[in-house]
């Protein structure tokens, strides 16, 4: 009978354990939000802290830019998010990069006309000295939303 509560306790740990985020994986969650917030607000200052000067930003539509092409379409709003919402994110920290899967929904105004948009993401962040930044993304559309 001493084994059951035994059991119980280490089957709890484990659990604990296992849905317990790394301090790593805590600092990107918080580095994605972060240019989640910066994307809405069209932050200039926050997107060119949260991104490497490497970056590889790829559109569900093909179309890629480097890192000052996005920070531009982002803070001149020629890409206008008004609300972005993400779901399903996983995080898994290898070293010193990140990779980070989620589903973004997207409110837009694209030519004056609202639109939205639910779109698959896979980003990869480096870190660099105590950040993590945005080296790559890569987005895709879910096949049928």
């Known amino acids: 009978m001493k084994k059951l509560p035994v059991l119980l306790i280490t089957c709890f740990l484990f659990i604990g354990h296992t849905f317990a985020q ?15 917030k910066a994307m809405i607000d069209g932050n200039r ?9 490497d970056l590889v930003y790829s559109h569900s539509s093909g ?3 480097d890192k000052k092409t996005f920070i531009e379409a982002i803070a001149t709003r020629k890409s206008n ?16 990069m990140a990779i980070v899967r989620h589903k973004l929904s ?6 004056g006309n609202p639109t939205s948009e639910v779109l698959g993401v ?6 660099q000295g ?7 993304r890569q987005a895709f559309h879910y096949p049928n939303e």
């Open 130 to 136: 105590d950040a993590w930044k945005l080296l790559a």
């Open 45 to 53: 200052a926050d997107l060119a802290k949260l991104t490497d000067d």
């Open 106 to 111: 997207a409110k837009i105004i694209k030519g």
């Open 122 to 127: 896979m980003l990869v962040f480096r870190k």
């Open 81 to 96: 998010f008004v609300a972005i919402d993400l779901t399903e994110q996983t995080i898994k920290v290898t070293g010193d």
């Open 63 to 65: 179309v890629e830019q």
């Open 22 to 36: 790394t301090k790593d994986e805590k600092a990107v969650a918080a580095a994605v939000e972060l240019m989640r």
